[in-house]
């Protein structure tokens, strides 16, 4: 008897929670309006956000996501700079920032590491990483 059947690798079809169009390559999170599955932009910097946007669209429409998976590399909005080896965390929630990636800061706070810059990232750019579940870091 299989257990794993009705599932899904890849891509999958989610609806936008608010207007996500424009916003391929930044992170969204997994959530509901009344139990129906939606995808939306972080709102706060310990959000779980581990899904990718491949094709955004308007509120209520389908988007495309992908979950973030260490075995393949993915391309991420990044907020200033990184170098190849920077552990990158969810942007402070500022704005469009939200759902874009930034390299751990040294202020104090805890932070979630989502990934690692395998190469050199200048702002505004989609760079290149590594998704990773690194847990929180905690900078005192």
């Known amino acids: 008897m299989t257990t794993q059947n009705n599932t899904r690798s ?12 424009g916003k391929e390559g930044y992170l969204v999170k997994l959530t509901h309006d009344t139990g129906v599955p939606e995808v939306k932009l972080p709102a706060a910097i310990t959000d779980t956000a581990l899904y990718l ?22 391309r991420i909005k990044l907020k200033g700079t990184c170098n190849p080896g920077d552990t990158l965390v969810l942007a402070a929630i500022a704005g469009s920032d939200a759902g ?3 390299t751990l800061p040294t202020a104090a706070g805890t932070y979630r590491g989502l990934a690692f810059a395998e190469e050199l990232g200048a702002d505004g750019q989609l ?7 690194l847990g929180n870091f905690v900078v005192t």
């Open 10 to 21: 890849g891509a999958t079809v989610f609806l936008a929670g608010e207007n996500l169009t």
């Open 53 to 74: 946007l491949v094709d955004g669209a308007a509120d209520t429409k389908t988007v495309a996501v992908k979950p973030l998976n260490p075995e393949k590399q993915v």
């Open 100 to 102: 874009m990636v930034r």
């Open 127 to 133: 760079v290149l990483c590594r998704p990773s579940a």
